[in-house]
């Protein structure tokens, strides 16, 4: 796990050398262990590339970077981990490639020199990586294919630059940052983020998931970003549930086995749900003798607290137990250093309670720790997508089985008749202009009092709920539940999990991986019947839960409810009413942002005359972050 930067000038900044230090700087988290720089002067161009190294796997010099090929053609910088880099090795061995070190990034280099572009789905990891190909005369930039690993890039006049992080980019830009004002909307409105390439910095860019990008070196032309993988979702109907569900508990055990491979100490972070119980319970599993460490958040006293099912899976495996316990006045304490380590705004305080077990695994030494994301968007997780799954039956004119589905659904925790319906209503108008209106009367306004409208329309700010559509309208036809994954995965939803993820554990310097997320997997689990995810009553992660019996204990498959890491969000941000207060005041000098307004809105939630909403939490993380990155 590491940190990469660099850039193409077509005239060399004087201070380029400055500028190359400050982004090495900027990501020294990522990488404390060694950095490297390299400037390449190639014909009318400037590169530079460099790297910053947290030692995972090969921990000697073998695995400096930037890193050549052996006849100097091909220059890589990588972030990430290449799980099945052992296998790879031994058929490019055979293609006689040589190998000097043990590391991943040889590997990866050799690979790309071997096949180019057709490595990436060959590839079992998590990756964001720039290859300088100097016959070809390009540099081309690729990202894993759910995003697990960050790419940021940025035009600047001819000029082109990239960093896995947007401080290492505004240290290498010449010119000052500004606010991009349709994506501070969508956040602020609508708690939209990290669902397209845009980020919150005007011209700064996340190269998307599963995409890559190649600029011609000599001409500076920077060809379109070009899709190499997504998640392909046409019905198979050759595997009965059972098998389906035998072959799904082989290819996670296979993951798991492929991201244990460290030479560094490693543990598992563990909320106390199905999908970390499952991760710590599988390494038990397949590693018998491995000494498990398990870094937990628990809100003792709280109703949103999991600590009895943490303790159910530690005490099953066997596991050295580790918990924090966090308060308000941590939170306030800890708030810009946070909001610096996710360099964008993000969603509410839990993402607090992660950076805490992460910085909990550093401090006692644990280098990796395996997470359980991405399986709610394989499996219908959270509340089991049940608009989609309706319309999803209502398509194939099963009428009949969506009404018992409906019934069925709502009949769990926390679930009822009349959400199942919104949500049903709310899939069936999707895009529509009758869903704005039905937005609207849900009391969800595009315009609220604290936003000022005409700056936005002299900027030409779309003042709607934003609309992320699948590209596969055929194929979503009748399969409306997958193809909502799908988009989960790689566009809305996960993408922003992973950022709160990396940059958490890239704060404290820990590789934090993710065994559900490999494409094998996403390909498998989406190309099964829906039924098979949630079932006809209801039971979301259907397949999953089966396929972990006799590996995960009983009760814990049998739950009923979800917690994950929750936080008592109210309670720590009321409780601090007036440090809050005192955020708010400070003058952005935005003239969208009507932030006496906002006052007046929270004095009214502080007073219980409105209820408490997450936008509290949309107005402090904004206003802190413009603070910190823009102001």
């Known amino acids: 796990m590491c940190g990469i930067f660099g850039g193409v ?14 982004a090495s700087r900027a990501l020294r988290f990522r990488g404390p262990d060694d950095n490297g720089q390299e400037v390449i002067h190639f014909g009318p161009a400037t590169l530079a590339l460099g790297h910053t190294r947290l030692s995972i796997i090969d921990l000697g010099p073998g695995g400096h970077q930037p890193m050549q090929s052996a006849d100097g053609a091909v220059s890589i910088v990588f972030n990430g981990e290449i799980y099945n880099y052992r296998e790879l090795r031994s058929e490019l061995s055979l293609l006689q490639h040589q190998f000097v070190s043990d590391s991943d990034t040889e590997v990866l280099l050799a690979a790309w020199c071997q096949w180019g572009r057709n490595c990436l789905t060959r590839l079992v990891g998590m990756f964001a990586f720039v290859v300088f190909d100097r016959a070809k005369g390009t540099l081309t930039c690729v990202r894993d294919a759910f995003g697990i690993k960050p790419l940021f890039y940025a035009r600047e006049q001819d000029d082109f630059l990239f960093a896995s992080e947007i401080p290492a980019i505004r240290s290498l830009k010449q010119e000052r940052v500004e606010l ?7 956040y602020l409105v609508h708690g939209d983020y990290d669902s397209g390439p845009r980020s919150f910095l005007e011209g700064v860019f996340h190269l998307q998931p599963g995409h890559l990008l190649e600029l011609d070196v000599a001409s500076g ?30 290819s996670f055990l296979d993951s798991i086995r492929l991201h244990l491979r460290s030479d560094v100490p490693l543990g598992a972070a563990l909320s106390g749900g199905i999908d970390s119980s499952a991760v710590v ?17 628990v809100a003792r006293g709280s109703a949103v607290s999991e600590e009895s099912w943490v303790d159910r899976i530690n005490e099953h495996v066997g596991a050295v137990p580790h918990k924090v316990v966090v308060s308000a006045s941590e939170l306030a304490s800890d708030l810009d250093e946070m909001i610096r380590a996710q360099g964008e705004p993000f969603g509410s305080t839990s993402i607090y309670a992660q950076y805490r077990v992460f910085r909990l695994a550093r401090e006692h030494g644990v280098t990796v720790t395996l997470d359980g994301q991405g399986a709610d968007e394989m499996l219908a997780g959270y509340h089991g997508y049940p608009g989609q799954r309706i319309r999803s039956l209502v398509e194939q004119g099963k009428f009949g089985e969506a009404l018992h589905f409906l019934d069925q659904w709502a009949r769990w925790p926390g679930r009822s008749r009349s959400s199942g319906v919104k949500r049903a209503i709310g899939e069936l108008t999707r895009g529509t202009i009758l869903n704005d209106l039905l937005r609207r009367l849900g009391g969800i306004r595009a315009l609220p009092a604290w936003i000022t409208p005409a700056p936005l329309r002299d900027r030409g700010i779309l003042s709607r709920h934003p609309q992320v559509q699948s590209q596969r309208s055929r194929e979503d036809l009748g399969r409306r539940l997958v193809a909502e994954l799908a988009l989960s995965l790689t566009q809305r939803g996960l993408p922003a999990l ?15 991986r993710v065994p559900f997320l490999t494409c094998e997997m996403a390909d498998f689990l989406l190309s099964l019947p829906e039924a098979y995810l949630i079932s006809p009553g209801g039971e979301t992660k259907r397949i999953f839960r089966a396929a972990m019996r006799g590996i995960v204990p009983d009760d814990v498959l049998d739950r ?20 809050v207060r005192e955020w708010l005041s400070v003058d952005l000098h935005l003239p969208f942002f009507n932030q006496g307004e906002v006052l007046k809105e929270f004095d009214r939630i502080t007073s219980g005359r409105k209820p408490f909403s997450w936008q509290v939490w949309r107005w402090i993380n904004f206003s802190r972050w413009h603070t910190c990155f823009v102001a």
Not at 180 to 186: L, N, V
Not at 281 to 297: E, G, K, Q, W
Not at 560 to 579: H, S, V
């Open 9 to 22: 000038w077509r005239r060399a900044p004087r201070h380029l050398e400055r500028s190359v230090s400050d």
């Open 180 to 186: 991009d004002w349709q994506r501070a909307y969508d």
């Open 281 to 297: 319970c599988a390494m038990r599993h397949v590693a018998p003798d491995l000494t498990i460490n398990t870094f937990s958040y």
């Open 498 to 512: 992973l950022r709160h993820g990396d940059r958490n554990s890239m704060r404290f310097s820990v590789e934090s």
């Open 221 to 250: 032309r920077l060809a379109e970003a070009e899709r190499w993988w997504s998640p392909r979702v046409t019905e198979r109907h050759d595997l009965p549930f059972a098998q389906a569900a035998e072959r799904l508990r082989e």
């Open 560 to 579: 009923r409810d979800k917690i994950g890491f929750a936080t008592p969000e109210q309670e720590w941000l009321l409780g601090m009413a007036d440090t």
